[in-house]
């Protein structure tokens, strides 16, 4: 949130493009990447996962029917995969631009895509810590 916050920050203020913001923005591109790199890994060794993708090619139409089962299959991962895509472009396109105000346009595009993206991702239905 720390990115996005000093992106859309210097958006609406027109401030100047700083080594902080810079660095806000590779932290946040760093930390997805991790995070991607940790989710595929829980991907092609869980359980539940590779259950759902056997279920897949015996019967797509029960695991489709099914909304945590799609959820988990399709989904998550999928859209997961686009807000890692439009942190990343945020991120390059704005190190690449001429000029504060493109930076900062840049980066917001990218940086709230991203937020809104990995906010549908989030499976919010179940709890964080289960049996409390």
């Known amino acids: 949130f ?16 700083t080594a902080t913001v810079q660095r806000a923005g590779l932290i946040f591109t760093s930390a997805l990447n991790l995070q991607f790199v940790i989710g595929l890994i829980l991907l092609f060794i869980s359980p539940y996962v590779q259950g759902l993708w056997s279920g897949m090619r015996t019967d797509a139409s029960a695991i489709m029917g099914n909304r945590e089962a799609r959820f988990f299959a399709i989904e998550h991962w999928f859209t997961m995969i686009l807000a890692l895509i439009a ?46």
């Open 2 to 17: 720390y990115a996005l916050i000093l992106t859309l920050q210097g958006f609406f203020s027109r401030s100047a493009w």
């Open 87 to 132: 942190a990343q472009l945020g991120y390059s396109l704005a190190k690449r631009a001429k000029g504060d105000r493109a930076k900062f346009v840049r980066s917001s595009i990218g940086y709230v895509l991203a937020a809104l993206l990995m906010a549908y991702g989030i499976p919010w239905w179940r709890p964080l810590f289960p049996g409390l």
